[in-house]
């Protein structure tokens, strides 16, 4: 018996298809094709119905993939643990992250681990929405956490707090003119996460203040899309000083009320429950707070 096979029809039904999950393995659709395939014939069932747009499991398929893909889980678990106690850096490292921080933060560092450990693959999944580490199958979820999560069996660990601060073109503030009070940066049009709460500040007297967002000219869950969109002139911008950091030196943005602290942005690693960490995952969050310090020391 090929468990490799009861593992592939796995990987294809987590991610909707054979097609995208070719794509995530780096294997020829072909290859899933026929491993699927040939657990149909072993088991003398058909697990997947194929049309031309989508997949559909069977009962028989959605009652094996229940009860199969928690036991891979387990097992690539295991194979980790394995690994922590050996304390090698190699296998796939696993995280998911919004863009603005993975694109800034966990790219470089994860960049600078593989030239370091060649045995090391690293696969980064850039995604706003929260999920479990657990259930997706992550090594590392990195989030933005406003508000506690409710228990879910996961390890929740601070790693950073980065300085934010607001934004916007030259050519929009020729139209509004440059905001010297909250009142006056409250007529410009804004730019925001789906999830924005009111973007809080704390005036040079201390006071903690608070700019409503619900009229955003933008809502997008991608930071590179609103940084477009306030080169563009459309809007202002809330986002972490080195997201920016090109553009303001460039001079095609202007932070604003720079006598203001933003509320920093806190980020949060959320890892599995278990109780041996694998070693590429203590290795790559000891470089990201490296990374963290030498950018604190470079400002």
């Known amino acids: 018996m090929d468990w490799r096979d009861?593992?592939?029809?796995?990987?294809?039904?987590?991610?909707?298809?054979?097609?995208?999950?070719?794509?995530?393995?780096?294997?020829?659709?072909?290859?899933?094709?026929?491993?699927?395939?040939r657990l149909e014939s072993n088991l003398g069932l058909r697990l997947i119905e194929r049309t031309t747009r989508h997949l559909r499991l069977t009962d028989a398929?959605?009652?094996?993939y229940q009860r199969v893909k928690p036991l891979f889980i387990a097992l690539h678990n295991t194979h980790g643990e394995a690994l922590a106690m050996s304390g090698a850096i190699s296998g796939t490292l696993r995280i998911k992250s919004p863009y603005e921080f993975g694109a800034h933060h966990a790219g470089p560092v994860a960049c600078a681990l593989m030239e370091r450990y060649p045995d090391l693959t690293v696969r980064i999944d850039v995604e706003h929405d929260i999920v479990s580490p657990v259930a997706e199958n992550y090594d590392i979820v990195f989030a933005m956490l406003e508000a506690p999560l409710p228990p879910t069996g996961i390890v929740i660990r601070r790693v950073s707090s980065l300085e934010r601060g607001l934004y916007a073109a030259p050519a929009l503030l020729e139209k509004f003119g440059e905001p010297r009070t909250l009142e006056q940066l409250a007529r410009l049009p804004v730019l925001t996460g789906p999830s924005d709460a009111p973007w809080a500040l704390t005036t040079p007297e201390g006071v903690s203040e608070h700019l409503a967002v619900q009229k955003a000219r933008l809502v997008s869950s991608n930071a590179d899309i609103r940084l477009q969109a306030a080169l563009a002139g459309l809007g202002v911008l809330r986002v972490t000083a080195s997201f920016t950091a090109a553009a303001v030196a460039s001079g095609l943005l202007r932070r604003l009320l720079p006598d203001h602290v933003c509320e920093p942005l806190n980020v949060h690693a959320l890892l599995p429950a278990r109780q041996f960490v694998p070693a590429k995952v203590r290795c790559f969050l000891d470089a990201l707070e490296a990374h963290g310090r030498a950018a604190e020391d470079a400002r």
């Open 6 to 37: 009861w593992e592939l029809f796995c990987e294809v039904v987590q991610h909707g298809g054979f097609s995208a999950a070719a794509r995530v393995l780096g294997h020829p659709k072909s290859t899933l094709s026929a491993a699927v395939q």
């Open 61 to 64: 398929g959605d009652t094996i």
